[in-house]
């Protein structure tokens, strides 16, 4: 039996295909290569690039490969993006989701593990946020992985396909033996951008808004360490091949950074004293939020070990300096 991972090739998928690889396990990466690598998938996985759309090529991977379980990473990820060219993220995020999930049970696999996101909330009326609370989605992005959910958990009670949908926060960081980190060309992500300006690779930052209701008026996100968000979905997927039931989690740390305390963060680890400018608002910026994490603690048995913003950065740091030996 094997695991399907779409989406192999790009920054998070990328730590879980090297973890089920650790883990002994065997993988099939499907990717398309629009924003993610081939350098990322290490060689003990089957790389295959294609669609997640192509119903065809997922059957077939299905049944050559015996696939077991589908964790699902294959996705359009920049929100202002979404909200400029909404169908774009129907097609890529919801209508190739629908075809993976009826590829999935037709195929016979057991198992499907689902990237959605904190974005589903919006702007959420109270901070930490719990699964229950009510979804309210801002942009195209956060309606696409919302619509997601729904087509899961209806094929679920159908169908009888396990499910785990992991909502994740602010993922940051990299895999700490350095084998894999984020790669993402024209990266949008505050840690990424801010770790470039530290290096050179960019003049400066800008700060989106400096007016929210939140301490020191910048927006406040809850920054998790990408391995740790790895765990929990090596941890979702022991849950279901032991007979779990469906569960619909956040992850996060349950504790909010501010834009300009990250900002000094990434200055004082790296040691360098970079250009920062205050900016107008972000439009679609929800001011705070922050996950409830019990629930993934409870259920899944979840135990994160990189729960340091000092750590994320380093992490992020070294990532970023051995990508500028790489010589893409
Ligand atoms: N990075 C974050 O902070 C964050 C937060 C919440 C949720 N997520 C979710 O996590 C998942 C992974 O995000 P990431 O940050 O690793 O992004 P990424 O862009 O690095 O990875 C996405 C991967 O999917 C591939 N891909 C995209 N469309 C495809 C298609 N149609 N067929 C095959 N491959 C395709 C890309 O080439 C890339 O390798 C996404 O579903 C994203 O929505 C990310
Ligand atoms: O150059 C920058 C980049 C970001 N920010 C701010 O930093 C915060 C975090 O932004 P970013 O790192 O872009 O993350 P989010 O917009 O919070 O969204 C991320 O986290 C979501 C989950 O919360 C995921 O769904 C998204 O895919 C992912 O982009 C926001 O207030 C941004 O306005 C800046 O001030 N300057």
Redesign the pocket.
């Given at each position: 039996m094997s695991i399907l991972v779409?989406?192999g090739?790009?920054?998070?998928?990328s730590h879980m295909v090297h973890a089920l690889v650790d883990a002994g396990e065997r993988v099939v990466v499907?990717?398309?290569?629009?924003?993610?690598f081939r350098f990322a998938v290490p060689p003990e996985a089957a790389l295959v690039v294609?669609?997640?759309?192509d119903a065809a090529l997922v059957s077939r991977l299905i049944a050559e490969h015996g696939i077991e379980a589908i964790v699902h990473?294959?996705?359009?990820?920049v929100v202002p993006e979404s909200v400029a060219d909404p169908l774009r993220y129907y097609r890529?995020n919801t209508a190739?989701s629908r075809s993976m999930i009826d590829c999935a049970v037709t195929g016979g696999v057991k198992h499907f593990v689902f990237?959605s996101?904190?974005a589903v909330y919006g702007n959420p009326a109270r901070v930490p946020v719990a699964e229950d609370d009510p979804l309210a989605p801002m942009s195209p992005y956060g309606s696409s992985?919302l619509m997601t959910e729904i087509m899961l958990r209806d094929a679920t009670a159908a169908h009888g396909l396990g499910h785990v949908i992991l909502r994740?926060f602010?993922?940051a960081g990299a895999d700490p033996l350095m084998r894999t980190g984020q790669s993402?060309r024209n990266a949008t992500?505050l840690i990424k951008v801010a770790v470039e300006a530290a290096l050179g690779l960019r003049g400066k930052i800008d700060v989106f808004g400096t007016d929210y209701p939140t301490p020191d008026g910048t927006c406040v996100r809850d920054y998790i360490h990408v391995s740790d968000l790895v765990a929990a979905h090596a941890d979702a997927l022991r849950h279901l091949r032991s007979g779990g039931a469906p569960a619909t989690l956040n992850c996060g740390y349950g504790r909010g950074f501010s834009v300009l305390e990250v900002i000094e963060t990434v200055k004082r680890v790296s040691g360098v004293d970079f250009r920062v400018d205050l900016a107008p608002r972000r439009p679609g910026d929800p001011a705070a939020i922050v996950a409830a994490c019990d629930r993934a603690r409870e259920i899944l048995g979840w135990q994160p070990r990189w729960d340091d913003l000092d750590t994320i950065v380093r992490h992020a740091l070294d990532w970023q300096r051995k990508l500028g030996t790489m010589n893409l």
């Open positions: 779409t989406g090739a790009g920054y998070i998928g499907l990717d398309d290569l629009s924003t993610g294609g669609d997640t759309g990473f294959a996705a359009s990820i890529n190739n990237s996101t904190a992985k994740y602010n993922v993402t992500h």
